[in-house]
């Protein structure tokens, strides 16, 4: 199975990919670490991508995908274009559901915190949220979680693990 954990930043993707990816041994892979200097650039600057920008690295994203039979991809994967690149065979979208309040809580209090780089700050947000197609019933494939404040990361791999019968390797 190839797992998409999908939502706009400060959903928590890339946490609940490392944790999701300890308890399967399947690698994680981390979709801002394959963007172009300039959309990394671009995104510092407080400017939103274009589906131009976009494109080249669903792109790249699609060929990581095609070449690990299991992985966990964190990627935003906002309108369901982008999704319709990322759709290879076994792959699985988790869409990280999260209040608008509770994300800029979190984007404000980042700051590098995980341990990973952001490119998207709490400026971006508005622009993400406003490109956003959340999912809709035509798209099977798609578990959507309703994260509250109150859900731990260990509350929500244990439920995507169970959702999607996925067994825990530890």
């Known amino acids: 199975m190839r797992l998409i954990l999908m939502g706009v930043s400060g959903s928590g993707k890339t946490t609940l990919g490392q944790d999701l990816a300890a308890r399967t041994g399947w690698p994680f892979l981390d979709g801002d670490d ?71 809580e979190r984007l404000q209090e980042r700051g590098g915190r995980s341990g990973h780089e952001h490119f998207a700050h709490a400026d971006l947000l508005p622009s993400q949220l406003q490109t956003l197609e959340p999912p809709d019933r035509g798209e099977a494939d798609v578990l959507t979680l309703h994260v509250t404040a109150q859900d731990s990361s260990a509350d929500l791999t244990r439920l995507t693990l169970s959702a999607l019968g996925i067994a825990d390797a530890r």
């Open 34 to 104: 394959f963007h172009t200097p300039q959309a990394r650039a671009k995104m510092a600057a407080g400017l939103g991508l274009s589906d131009g920008d976009r494109q080249p690295w669903l792109e790249r994203l699609r060929a990581e995908l095609l070449a690990l039979p299991e992985v966990i991809l964190a990627c935003s994967s906002l309108r369901h274009s982008y999704r319709d690149v990322l759709r290879v065979p076994d792959a699985r979208f988790v869409f990280l559901n999260v209040p608008q309040s509770l994300l800029l």
